[in-house]
C-alpha cells in the first residue's frame, strides 16, 4: 500500500509558484499511489463552494482530473473547513472528518488537521467550536459572498492585533497527553496531522508515533509524507 498525506499548502490566487508545484506533484503522483489525503489548510482561504474564481477553477479542474484515476481524500482546516459537498462533487474527492482512520494492515493509523490536540490554546479552542459549529457554518454561507470576505479580513485583523502580545511557542503546539488520548480513544498506533507547522516524526510516550505533514508555508513547497508498505518517509518533488 502506497499513500501520500500533505496538509498546510495555503494556496491561494497570490501563491502562483506554489499552486504549479502543487500541479506538478499530482502529475508525479498519478497512477503511483493509492490514495492521496489533503489534511487542512490546502487553501489559504475557502469561503464557500461559490466563490468561483479563476484560481479555483483551475485548482478544481486538476484534483478533478487526479481524483478520477486516485482515491483523493480531503479534511479541512481552520483555514478551509468551509469546504463543502460542491465542491467534493466537482472534484471526485470525497470529505472525511476529523478523527478519520484507516488500516494499513500493519499500521491504525488516526488522521487529523491537527488543530484538535492544541488543547493549550484555549482562546482558539473557543473560536473553532463557534465558527466551526455547523449552524454557524450554515449562516455564514447564506451571506453575501462580500460580507464573507469582509469578515474574514476582519478576523485576521483581529489575529495580527492578538499576536502583537506573543503567547509562548507550547501553547500553539500539539498536546502529548491529548495524543495519547485520542489515540486510546479511536485504538491507533499512528496518527499523522498538519497545522502547527513542525514537520516530523515524533514518539509519544513510547507509544505512539506522531508525523507531522510538512507545511508549503514556512517549509519548503513540494514536501509531502509517505507511506509505503509500512514504511513512512519525509519525501520532496524538487528532490525526486
Known amino acids: 500500500m502506497k499513500l501520500v498525506f500533505i496538509s498546510d499548502l495555503h494556496l491561494a490566487p497570490n501563491t502562483p509558484d506554489k499552486n504549479q508545484i502543487f500541479y506538478q506533484l499530482l502529475d508525479n503522483l498519478n497512477g503511483g499511489i493509492d490514495a492521496l ?128 502580545i506573543p503567547k509562548p511557542d507550547y501553547i500553539y503546539n500539539v498536546v502529548d497527553e491529548s495524543i495519547i488520548e485520542y489515540a486510546n480513544q479511536y485504538g491507533a498506533d499512528t496518527i499523522i496531522h498538519g497545522h502547527t507547522h513542525h514537520p516530523g516524526h515524533y514518539t509519544v510516550n513510547d507509544k505512539v508515533d506522531r508525523y507531522e505533514t510538512p507545511d508549503w508555508e514556512d517549509n519548503p513547497a513540494g514536501a509531502y509524507l509517505l507511506y509505503d508498505d509500512g514504511e513512512f518517509s519525509f519525501n520532496n518533488i524538487n528532490n525526486a
Open 37 to 164: 489525503y489533503i489534511l487542512g489548510d490546502f487553501f489559504d482561504h475557502w469561503l464557500g463552494d461559490d466563490d468561483m474564481t479563476p484560481f479555483a477553477k483551475e485548482m478544481m479542474l486538476h484534483l478533478s482530473n487526479f481524483a478520477k484515476s486516485t482515491p483523493t481524500y480531503f479534511r479541512g482546516g481552520n483555514h478551509d473547513f468551509a469546504v463543502g459537498k460542491n465542491f467534493a462533487k466537482k472534484t471526485n474527492i470525497k470529505l472525511i472528518p476529523d478523527m478519520h482512520s484507516i488500516y494499513t494492515g500493519k499500521h491504525k493509523i488516526l488522521l487529523s488537521h491537527g488543530d484538535t490536540f492544541c488543547t493549550l490554546d484555549i482562546g482558539y479552542q473557543k473560536m473553532k467550536k463557534i465558527i466551526q459549529n455547523k449552524f454557524v457554518v450554515w449562516l455564514l454561507l447564506k451571506t453575501p459572498l462580500s460580507w464573507r470576505y469582509k469578515i474574514k479580513d476582519k478576523m485576521e485583523q483581529g489575529s495580527k492585533n492578538s499576536n502583537k
